[in-house]
């Protein structure tokens, strides 16, 4: 796998990760608008991010989550979890 896809792969685990906690510590502190505002931001890069990786190296997930150019690219591998880094 390329320097580069692992780079990206690492790049959404990151901003998923911090997506994730800022999720958590909501359910905690409901009222808190400069953490839900963060939060917010990345959902939306997040979104953008998955977005460009599907684009340039095919799908992260299957069974809905993510569309498919033609031909069917799920079958293509190695896929995202089998990376190794």
């Known amino acids: 796998m390329m320097h580069e896809q692992l780079a990206f792969l690492r790049q959404i685990q990151e901003v998923e990760f911090a997506a994730l906690e800022l999720n958590l510590y909501l359910d905690t502190h409901m009222d808190d608008q400069r953490a839900l505002m ?44 089998e990376q190794v880094y």
């Open 38 to 81: 963060e939060y917010n931001q990345h959902v939306k890069h997040l979104a953008m991010l998955k977005q460009q990786y599907e684009m340039c190296y095919g799908p992260l997930l299957n069974f809905g989550f993510s569309p498919s150019q033609y031909p069917w690219q799920w079958l293509q591998g190695p896929w995202p979890w």
